[in-house]
């Protein structure tokens, strides 16, 4: 719900805390041996974070780019 959240306007910045957290979790498991994701594919989605930042930074709207979802939602799988 809460990528559901930031990629239809309604973010914040706790949601966007718990994106970073669910990213670097998967990552951190994964690392631990449980799965075969990519590592591009975890720098793809942290820089998809990192953008929504400087984003909500400058127009205080906490939301994902339409474009940048795909890149996001290859963690999600």
């Given at each position: 719900?809460?990528?559901?959240?930031?990629?239809?306007?309604?973010?914040?910045?706790?949601?966007?805390?718990?994106?970073?957290?669910?990213?670097?979790?998967?990552?951190?498991?994964q690392d631990a041996?449980?799965?075969?994701?990519?590592?591009?594919?975890?720098?793809?989605?942290?820089?998809?974070?990192e953008r929504g930042?400087?984003?909500?930074?400058?127009?205080?709207?906490?939301?994902?780019?339409?474009?940048?979802?795909?890149?996001?939602?290859?963690?999600?799988?």
């Amino acid at each position: 719900m809460t990528f559901a959240a930031c990629q239809s306007g309604a973010g914040s910045a706790y949601l966007f805390n718990e994106l970073v957290q669910l990213l670097y979790v998967t990552f951190f498991v994964q690392d631990a041996g449980y799965g075969d994701t990519d590592l591009i594919i975890y720098a793809r989605a942290e820089a998809v974070l990192e953008r929504g930042l400087q984003r909500a930074e400058v127009e205080r709207l906490w939301e994902l780019e339409a474009a940048e979802l795909p890149s996001f939602q290859a963690v999600l799988q």
